[in-house]
């Protein structure tokens, strides 16, 4: 006899042909995902099998969830349920431009940094005095909005944004971050940097806790994924609410020397030429800024709907003002993140 599917399968074969309106319908507890998944299920054994070598004798707990991040006084990391399924990865590309985790390296640097944040918690590391004379009070309030400075030496570089620079505690969990990845080399890669104090007292740290039980063992979870009754839809819509710009308008003069201020000559127009070249600069600009793919495609879109609103047209060499256009992006990008604190982990 022919053998039948499951109706779990049978669920999971129609949920994954669904069209994207279908899949914007559904509410994020519907959907049947879960940390089996091949994707995140090795990431996050990887990661178990990074503080295993190290023996630190922790074992955070993992949950699915909306977003990533680590909850105060829980050791433990949520995942972002796109990453559970082929599918919502593709659904996830489609409505942001790009999957936050979505490489294996790019996963792996965040799980790290997330691991930063539970060893902290698990070993209660942020009340020792020294931790705060290296990275500052982690109690402090997290700011609306935080200045990098792009060439510091005095943190580590991991995640994009030069994040270590937002708060205390995002400091420590970048440092330790950099530390934990097998083969970072970091004491040659630091050497010379204020930042290196900090990676010997992580290594300091480690060593003192090295095959200790964590002090905090809460296997509590926030928000996970089967409470959330937020459709997909929905969802979508309130993350792009708080990557959109609020103060992201080019000035006229910034356009009218990139472009030809006669609106009727003969070059291509602005705005057709910005959008045949969208991709490439998003994708350019938010890989040197760091920003996310939607916050520069905001700005692109503004750029596009002045240039059209005055008829600007390209007037010089294409290759000129495709660089001078990359630079005006870049420069209003970073205008944005030094107004804008973009938060991975609570």
Same mark, same amino acid.
């Given at each position: 006899?022919?053998?039948?599917?499951?109706?779990?399968?049978?669920?999971?074969?129609?949920?994954?042909?669904?069209?994207?309106?279908?899949?914007?319908?559904?509410?994020?507890?519907? #959907?049947?995902?879960?940390?089996?998944?091949?994707?995140?299920?090795?990431?996050?054994?990887?990661?178990?099998?990074?503080?295993?070598?190290?023996?630190?004798?922790?074992?955070?707990?993992?949950?699915?969830?909306?977003?990533?991040?680590?909850?105060?006084?829980?050791?433990?990391?949520?995942?972002?349920?796109?990453?559970?399924? $082929?599918?919502?990865?593709?659904?996830?590309?489609?409505?942001?431009?790009?999957?936050?985790?979505?490489?294996?390296?790019?996963?792996? !640097?965040?799980?790290?940094?997330?691991?930063?944040?539970?060893?902290?918690?698990?070993?209660?590391?942020?009340?020792?005095?020294?931790?705060?004379?290296?990275?500052?009070?982690?109690?402090?309030?997290? $700011?609306?909005?935080?200045?990098?400075?792009?060439?510091?030496?005095?943190?580590?570089?991991?995640?994009?944004?030069?994040?270590?620079?937002?708060?205390?505690?995002?400091?420590?969990?970048?440092?330790?971050?950099?530390?934990? /990845?097998?083969?970072? !080399?970091?004491?040659?890669?630091?050497?010379?940097?204020?930042? #290196?104090? /900090?990676?010997?007292?992580?290594?300091?740290? %480690?060593?003192?806790?090295?095959?200790?039980?964590?002090?905090?063992?809460?296997?509590?979870?926030?928000?996970?994924?089967?409470?959330?009754?937020?459709?997909?839809?929905?969802?979508?819509?309130?993350?792009?609410?708080?990557?959109?710009?609020?103060?992201?308008?080019?000035?006229?003069?910034?356009?009218?020397?990139?472009?030809?201020?006669?609106?009727?000559? /003969?070059?291509?127009?602005?705005?057709?030429?910005?959008?045949?070249?969208?991709?490439?600069?998003?994708? !350019?600009?938010?890989?040197?800024?760091?920003?996310?793919?939607?916050?520069?495609?905001?700005?692109?879109?503004?750029?596009?709907?002045?240039?059209?609103?005055?008829?600007?047209?390209?007037?010089?060499?294409?290759?000129?003002? #495709?660089?001078?256009?990359?630079?005006?992006?870049?420069?209003?990008? %970073?205008?944005?993140?030094?107004?804008?604190?973009?938060?991975?982990?609570?």
């Amino acid at each position: 006899m022919p053998r039948r599917s499951s109706p779990k399968s049978a669920r999971r074969a129609r949920f994954a042909e669904s069209s994207d309106e279908e899949l914007l319908t559904l509410r994020l507890c519907d #959907l049947p995902v879960d940390l089996k998944g091949a994707f995140i299920r090795d990431a996050i054994a990887e990661l178990r099998a990074e503080l295993a070598e190290r023996r630190i004798a922790l074992e955070p707990t993992f949950w699915v969830s909306e977003e990533w991040f680590s909850p105060d006084g829980i050791p433990g990391i949520a995942v972002p349920f796109y990453l559970c399924h $082929p599918r919502l990865m593709r659904l996830e590309k489609r409505q942001m431009f790009e999957v936050e985790g979505g490489s294996r390296d790019w996963c792996m !640097r965040i799980l790290r940094h997330e691991a930063g944040h539970t060893v902290d918690t698990a070993y209660r590391l942020s009340r020792r005095k020294r931790f705060r004379e290296l990275f500052g009070n982690d109690s402090e309030r997290y $700011p609306d909005e935080y200045s990098p400075k792009a060439y510091s030496k005095r943190h580590v570089l991991h995640l994009d944004s030069w994040y270590a620079q937002s708060h205390p505690a995002e400091d420590f969990a970048e440092t330790f971050a950099v530390w934990l /990845k097998p083969g970072s !080399r970091w004491r040659a890669r630091y050497e010379g940097w204020p930042a #290196l104090k /900090k990676l010997e007292y992580v290594d300091e740290l %480690m060593s003192e806790i090295r095959g200790k039980p964590p002090l905090v063992t809460s296997r509590s979870t926030v928000d996970p994924i089967e409470t959330l009754k937020t459709t997909l839809g929905e969802h979508y819509a309130q993350k792009r609410a708080r990557y959109e710009t609020e103060q992201s308008r080019v000035y006229d003069g910034y356009l009218w020397r990139l472009f030809s201020q006669k609106p009727h000559g /003969k070059g291509q127009a602005a705005a057709s030429f910005l959008r045949q070249h969208r991709a490439d600069l998003r994708r !350019r600009v938010a890989d040197w800024t760091g920003e996310y793919q939607y916050t520069v495609d905001q700005v692109l879109q503004e750029m596009i709907v002045r240039c059209r609103e005055l008829g600007l047209r390209v007037a010089g060499s294409r290759s000129e003002t #495709l660089l001078n256009t990359l630079l005006l992006l870049t420069a209003q990008t %970073m205008q944005l993140l030094r107004g804008r604190h973009r938060r991975v982990a609570l």
